[in-house]
């Protein structure tokens, strides 16, 4: 079993020359042979993504699998495999071949994977919550100009070996997850023209145009984020008529001479998320019926929150 060992060594020293990733593996799947063991994992992963993706320029015409010679994968378009003669995928680059369809569960079975473009293609549907467990070895990962929906899965910071992740030009919703903050090797990030917002990762190398196009993104390279007072958290949600219908109620108040007003007046008022505009409306106004002629101070204040509201509404106009 030793002598076995020595020549895995040398044969895969001479194959990969000084890439000791690639030799490493090299030894594992030439170790597999000696003991009898067949790999075709990748084989079926490959397979697997034909069968899930509309194909309907027919630009993956050279993924036949009526064939047994070994590394026979390896010519297939697109696909780039450790070693020529080794059915071992490396990388996998299908960018802007028309390929249709939800994003392939299938490269789980491509257990060596290390780069993976599908860019430009109309991948539909979210982003696998187990993207980690998809893709552990994935070191580029690139799905720019897709329709892919939903949110950013918190698993994607669990891809301890990334370094380029593009995810620019889809339709993902929701806050970038504070756990792709610990992903300490990124070097290229990309997530723009898309509708997030929130927070974004503290990543030094990634300027403020891979966050272009959102809906409210703050921080890093972009403008500090702002924190929301308690004003802030009952206006959120309100549409623009109801704004405009608050306004117009609180305008009337400093008419009304025999309301009490308590003494904290801007503490939270709701906090339910289920709570109607209507609703809030409503109690807020029964609220503002207790005011009284000693805190017009109060009430202008209030006012003046409002008015703020709308301005932000209309741009700052």
Not at 175 to 180: C, S, V
Not at 265 to 270: A, K, N, Q, S, T
Request: glycine fraction near 8%.
């Amino acid at each position: 079993m030793r002598t076995n060992r020595i020549k895995v060594t040398r044969t895969c020293r001479k194959k990969c020359g000084r890439d000791k990733s690639k030799a490493i593996w090299c030894a594992a799947t030439r170790a597999g042979k000696i003991l009898g063991v067949t790999i075709k994992s990748d084989i079926d992963c490959l397979r697997s993504i034909k069968e899930s993706l509309e194909d309907p320029e027919n630009l993956l015409s050279s993924w036949d699998f009526n064939n047994s010679t070994e590394g026979f994968i390896c010519g297939f378009t697109g696909i780039e495999c450790w070693h020529p003669d080794e059915s071992k995928v490396l990388n996998i680059r299908l960018s802007d071949m028309g390929l249709r369809g939800p994003f392939p569960l299938g490269l789980k079975k491509c257990t060596s994977l290390t780069g993976l473009d599908l860019s430009s293609n109309q991948l539909t549907g979210q982003l696998p919550s187990n993207i980690a467990d998809v893709l552990p070895f994935v070191v580029t990962l690139d799905l720019t100009s897709n329709n892919l929906s939903g949110p950013i899965p918190p698993d994607i910071g669990n891809l301890n070996n990334i370094n380029v992740l593009r995810l620019g030009s889809n339709q993902l919703t929701g806050q970038i997850p504070y756990e792709l903050g610990r992903l300490y090797r990124m070097k290229e990030f990309s997530v723009a023209d898309n509708r997030l917002s929130g927070q974004v990762p503290n990543f030094p190398t990634v300027p403020a145009e891979s966050y272009a196009g959102n809906l409210g993104l703050c921080g890093g390279p972009l403008p500090p984020c702002k924190i929301i007072n308690e004003s802030d958290m009952f206006y959120k949600g309100l549409s623009m008529s109801n704004i405009t219908s608050l306004l117009k109620r609180l305008s009337m108040v400093n008419k009304v001479k025999h309301h009490f007003i308590p003494p904290t007046p801007g503490h939270v008022l709701f906090t339910d998320q289920t709570t109607t505009e209507e609703t809030k409306i409503t109690a807020m106004e029964k609220y503002i019926r207790r005011l009284r002629q000693g805190f017009e101070e109060e009430i202008y204040e209030t006012l003046g929150i409002a008015k703020k509201c709308i301005q932000t509404h209309n741009g700052g106009a």
